[in-house]
Antibody, heavy 115, light 111 residues
Framework: EVQLVESGGGLAQPGGSLRLTCAAS????????MMWVRQTPGKGLEWLSH????????FYAASLGGRFTISRDNIKNLLLLQMNNLRVEDTAVYYC????????WGQGTLVTVSS | AGLTQPPSESKGLGQTATLTCTGN????????AAWLQQHQGHPPRVLSY?????DRPPGISERFSASRSGNTASLTISGVQPEDEADYYC???????????FGGGTKLTVL
């Protein structure tokens, strides 16, 4: 069974940092491109970043302004998102997702940025 | 550039709903679109794969079918049921922008 489990969300102050982790299982992780998507409560889906199966290339939404970095560990089957210089408007549920549609999604982790 | 979806659609029980997603030749026209369903409080789940029109995701009812004409993708839901009330998103890759796109979503209400 495919499983994606996000962790690392929580409360952060404006200007602070958080690192999200997505643990993958049930599929050949090193063969699948992965991405991070977020959703503000009551709003639509916003794509943030994509990383290819082997780790490069990577792509980012222009709106992030270089504040976020996606990476992966194909030995430990982990997808990571380093988020720096957080803003109040980064408050959202963050999902990791994989495959070409994307085909499968985690349950999400809530990030709240507030002073 | 983006994917355009009507914000809402209402259908009576048992009717057929057709949801649309309009892009351009760099995204939908290039590689079609996937369709995702999201119930309140739950993560999205894929209803139809991008680039794999003949593959149905596990557990997805045959009442859901996807198609494409030019730069517009469509999701048809036959015999709408109460459990189909949800938000529906289209998604695809844009080869010029090098970004993944999601439509704004269509909220389907079952009357």
């Amino acid at each position: 069974e495919v499983q994606l489990v996000e962790s690392g969300g929580g409360l952060a102050q404006p200007g602070g940092s958080l690192r999200l982790t997505c643990a993958a299982s049930g599929f050949t992780f090193n063969k699948i491109g992965m991405m991070w998507v977020r959703q503000t409560p009551g709003k639509g889906l916003e794509w943030l970043s994509h990383i290819s199966a082997g780790g490069s290339p990577t792509f980012y939404a222009a709106s992030l302004g270089g504040r976020f970095t996606i990476s992966r560990d194909n030995i430990k089957n982990l997808l990571l998102l380093q988020m720096n210089n957080l803003r109040v408007e980064d408050t959202a549920v963050y999902y990791c997702a994989g495959g070409g549609s994307p085909d499968f999604w985690g349950q999400g982790t809530l990030v709240t940025v507030s002073s | 550039a983006g994917l355009t979806q009507p914000p809402s659609e209402s259908k009576g029980l048992g009717q057929t709903a057709t949801l649309t997603c309009t892009g351009n030749s760099d995204n939908v026209g290039q590689s079609g679109a996937a369709w995702l369903q999201q119930h309140q409080g739950h993560p999205p789940r894929v209803l139809s794969y991008r680039l794999r029109d003949n593959d149905r995701p596990p557990g997805i009812s045959e009442r859901f079918s996807a198609s494409r004409s030019g730069n517009t993708a469509s999701l048809t839901i036959s015999g709408v049921q109460p459990e189909d009330e949800a938000d529906y998103y289209c998604s695809t890759w844009d080869i010029t922008l090098n970004t993944w796109l999601f439509g704004g979503g269509t909220k389907l209400t079952v009357l």
